[in-house]
């Protein structure tokens, strides 16, 4: 394919990459780093497609798309960003770009982006003006969550239906918020119902109301859920434990965009985006004939799956200081975490991903006698973790009893073990995941139950050289 490609990018080792990976697909590059020259540039020539990293030299790449907008209306846009939030995101999305690509990106990935943004494919969207990022409800910036924003602000412009699955605590009724706030239908009301929480028999009832006399105690009429939610967001949690006499009525909802109130005989058009989340698996269910399979199709349209916090362990530190902010904000004490604290976080097993870690913090809030937390006060309060991140368990010849003879010989300084324990044993630990695994860190990774990312931090930290336990080829 040809076509001319501007670059606007401030890193030489960025452009060089870029640069020599779309020249093979045939395409000819002009480079620029500051918003003036991508200007300049666009006044006096046309160009087949835009790279835009967003923090230039001269300012925000993309508060000021406006003005390529206004020089080149029909140019797709390709956002490059190292600034990776949600609200980074949304403002690539809102400003009309084709593609927004967190960094570090997948070259390949790019490339193709590249290829189908100069095969005519871009999208319009509307401009509007972008929120502050401290009013996004989702917090984080691992390549996880990255996966996530992008799916979010791919539906910010429709009124796709989204199933939304993953563990308890991960933030699924954060995401139906977020798709909401930020799309089309934001003036609309958002409503929620845990599907999970309301008795069998008044389900029905709960999402599609009812007519005064419809069963006993229906005393008036009732307006259900999706009355309430018209115009706006329903959001259905843990859709799996839906009754099967709810499930057919819901698939009929759905198929019609009708309802009828329990008891009623007039069919009433209802206009809901339907948001549905569950933290079961939903395809035995299915097999077992214990959830409808159509509306199975129905309700994923766009699915959106949601990682557990110890796949994105490198997100507990933004995390926790943004509670730390929450439960300021809260009328508790205004505390700091030192790294220390950080760290031995970041080593829990989260069992109750986000939801717990929010609970953690709150409690350190509270409890913590000093403003700064450090390790020890941390290990003070909430206990050992037995169930650390790699998986370990105590027993005869595993981690408990190499903590034992560890214990016997180094006797650490009372209030000093948990700190001490993680020094002595978190290198050789690392050493021993890369020799099982010959030297591969990925596999090493998602044998200790960590992120990739933070375990090449950590590698480099501690001053372990992987290519040691290479095994011969």
Same mark, same amino acid.
């Given at each position: 394919?040809?076509?001319t ?8 080792a ?9 020249e ?12 003036a020259?991508?200007?300049?540039l ?51 999305s ?21 290829v ?35 799916m ?40 929620a119902?845990?599907?999970a ?24 009429? @009732? ?5 309430? *939610?018209?115009?706006? =967001?329903?959001? $259905?949690? /843990?859709?799996?434990?839906?009754? !099967? ?15 009828r ?26 097999a ?32 926790s ?19 220390g ?26 409890? @913590? ?5 450090? *390790?020890?006060?941390? =290990?003070?309060? $909430?206990? /050992?973790?037995?169930?650390?991140? !790699? ?6 010849g595993g ?19 948990y ?7 978190e ?18 990774a998602?044998l ?26």
């Amino acid at each position: 394919m040809s076509g001319t490609i501007l670059l606007v990018e401030d890193d030489s080792a960025i452009v060089a990459v870029i640069t020599a990976a779309l020249e093979d697909e045939g395409f000819a590059i002009l480079r620029c780093a500051s918003i003036a020259e991508r200007d300049a540039l666009l006044f006096e020539r046309d160009f087949d497609a835009m790279l835009t990293d967003v923090m230039l030299e001269d300012g925000d790449g993309l508060a000021s798309l406006s003005s390529v907008r206004s020089a080149a209306p029909d140019m797709p846009v390709i956002v490059l960003s190292a600034q990776n939030t949600l609200d980074t995101a949304v403002r690539a999305s809102e400003g009309d770009a084709f593609e927004y690509f967190p960094k570090p990106f997948d070259l390949d990935e790019l490339v193709r982006a590249v290829v189908q943004a100069v095969g005519g494919r871009a999208a319009s969207t509307d401009i509007s003006e972008p929120g502050p990022e401290e009013s996004m409800p989702l917090v984080g910036r691992s390549p996880a969550m990255q996966g996530v924003y992008r799916m979010i602000t791919r539906v910010l412009r429709n009124d796709l239906t989204v199933l939304v699955t993953g563990e308890s605590g991960t933030g699924k009724e954060l995401v139906a918020e977020a798709i909401h706030q930020l799309g089309a239908r934001r003036t609309g009301p958002f409503v929620a119902v845990n599907t999970a929480a309301i008795p069998r028999e008044l389900i029905e009832s709960e999402l599609f109301g009812h007519e005064k006399g419809a069963f006993t105690g229906a005393i008036a009429q @009732a307006i259900g859920k999706f009355e309430q *939610a018209n115009g706006g =967001t329903l959001f $259905l949690d /843990e859709i799996g434990d839906m009754p !099967a006499e709810a499930q057919t009525r819901l698939l009929r909802a759905l198929q019609s965009g009708r309802i009828r109130r329990v008891g009623g005989r007039q069919e009433i058009a209802v206009n809901v985006r339907i948001i549905a989340a569950t933290n079961r698996d939903l395809a035995p269910m299915i097999a077992a004939g214990e959830f409808r399979e159509d509306l199975f199709y129905r309700l994923n349209v766009v699915p959106i799956e949601l990682p557990p916090l110890r796949e994105r362990r490198e997100d507990i530190e933004v995390l926790s200081q943004h509670f730390l902010a929450q439960a300021a904000e809260d009328g508790l004490p205004r505390r700091q975490l030192a790294h220390g604290a950080i760290e031995a976080l970041e080593q829990r097993a989260w069992r109750g991903n986000v939801r717990e870690l929010r609970n953690v913090i709150y409690r350190l809030c509270l409890m @913590a006698r000093e403003d700064l937390i450090d *390790a020890v006060s941390l =290990t003070d309060i $909430l206990g /050992e973790d037995t169930a650390f991140a !790699a998986g370990q368990g105590g027993g005869e010849g595993g981690i408990g009893a190499a903590l034992d003879q560890w214990l016997a010989k180094e006797v650490p300084a009372s209030g000093t073990v948990y700190a001490a324990a993680l020094a002595a044993f978190e290198k050789p630990l690392i050493e021993h995941a890369l020799g099982v695994t010959g030297g591969n860190q990925v596999r090493a990774a998602k044998l200790l139950g960590i992120n990739r990312n933070t375990l090449r931090k950590r590698i480099n930290e501690l001053g372990i050289v992987p290519d040691r336990f290479a095994r011969p080829a």
